[in-house]
């Protein structure tokens, strides 16, 4: 890639810092611009990864500072609008922190918007950029466990901090929005098709109308099934097994993966994967598909399949009834 390109970013708390670390040693990327609407965060961010250009406001970052790449690290509840203004600056590629919206129908509400404005638009699920994540699935599709029959996945964290957003529902907080994600997303990405139904139960918490606790169950059809535990207030955990008619691919740290090795295991044996940096590699991977149509690791194709996943369990959980997935 011979060119530098102009990333902005908005939302400048926590997860901003793995993006800006990660950026550091991307010659490829400029950042010209921070927004945040917390003088604190924007100032720390800025003051970390060298930002000259900050702002209070989105609308004004991108008027003046033109970037060709905008990634999103708010709240999931504003995504949507920040979406909606990127577009309406005419960035070329969007890059949204997961979980990329609220709701399916706001997530086809900025696929149109963005497809009829030619702009790319991706999730920032990183792990699926990781090289231990694609030699999982290489090892899958060259048959070393033979057919997939049965994935499992969890991710628990200790977070009981009532102040955070993850434990606000009307922020798009929520056990399966932030944890349970990337356990949905393993599933379909290892067994390589959708699931026909969902059921799930848990933990929920009215005050703040957020599912602390979900345990679901993923009807792939023909005897294949999925299941997933995520949780806020147990300990951490992140794993995930694949389990075939020949043998079991197990994955002990499942999405913190980055550069320096990891490994998992096929029918008990260890595999050992060079890593990246997941968060250089999956903004590099929308730079190109915006610069020469590379494709993308995570086409938002896949993000709005795991959206409706997403949605049919939080019905399910609400109700006790098996939902049909569209």
Not at 131 to 140: D, F, R, S
């Amino acid at each position: 890639m011979d060119k530098k390109y102009r990333v902005a970013i908005v939302g400048c708390g926590g997860i901003s810092n793995a993006h800006g670390n990660a950026w550091r040693n991307v010659p490829e990327i400029e950042i010209v611009g921070a927004c945040d609407e917390k003088f604190e965060a924007l100032s720390r961010f800025a003051t970390e990864y060298n930002v000259e250009n900050t702002y209070n406001d989105l609308r004004q970052m991108l008027e003046k500072q033109n970037p060709e790449i905008l990634v999103i690290a708010t709240w999931p509840s504003s995504h949507l609008k920040n979406v909606l203004e990127a577009v309406r600056s005419g960035v070329k590629g969007i890059l949204v922190e997961k979980p990329i919206t609220v709701t399916t129908s706001q997530l086809e509400q900025m696929i149109q918007v963005t497809e009829n404005a030619d702009i790319i638009l991706m999730e920032a699920f990183m792990y699926r950029h990781h090289p231990l994540t694609l030699a999982v699935k290489e090892k899958i599709e060259e048959g070393a466990i033979g057919d997939v029959r049965y994935a499992r996945s969890t991710f628990s964290t200790g977070l009981t901090d009532r102040t955070n957003w993850r434990l606000k529902g009307d922020l798009g907080g929520g056990a399966v929005m932030d944890l349970g994600c990337y356990c949905i997303n393993i599933i379909r990405y290892v067994i390589g098709q959708e699931p026909q139904s969902a059921w799930a139960t848990g933990k929920y918490e009215p005050v703040n109308n957020v599912w602390e606790t979900l345990i679901g169950t993923l009807d792939f059809g023909d005897g294949i099934t999925g299941q997933f535990d995520c949780s806020f207030g147990w300990t951490w955990r992140e794993n995930y097994e694949v389990t075939g008619t020949k043998g079991t691919i197990f994955v002990g740290s499942a999405w913190g993966n980055s550069e320096g090795e990891s490994q998992f295991t096929v029918n008990g044996e260890t595999v050992t994967v060079s890593g990246v940096n997941p968060y250089a590699a999956e903004i590099l991977n929308l730079c190109e598909a915006v610069e020469n149509g590379t494709p993308l690791r995570l086409p938002v194709s896949d993000s709005l399949a795991n959206m409706q996943v997403i949605d049919a369990l939080h019905e399910s959980a609400h109700t006790g009834q098996r939902i049909q997935i569209p």
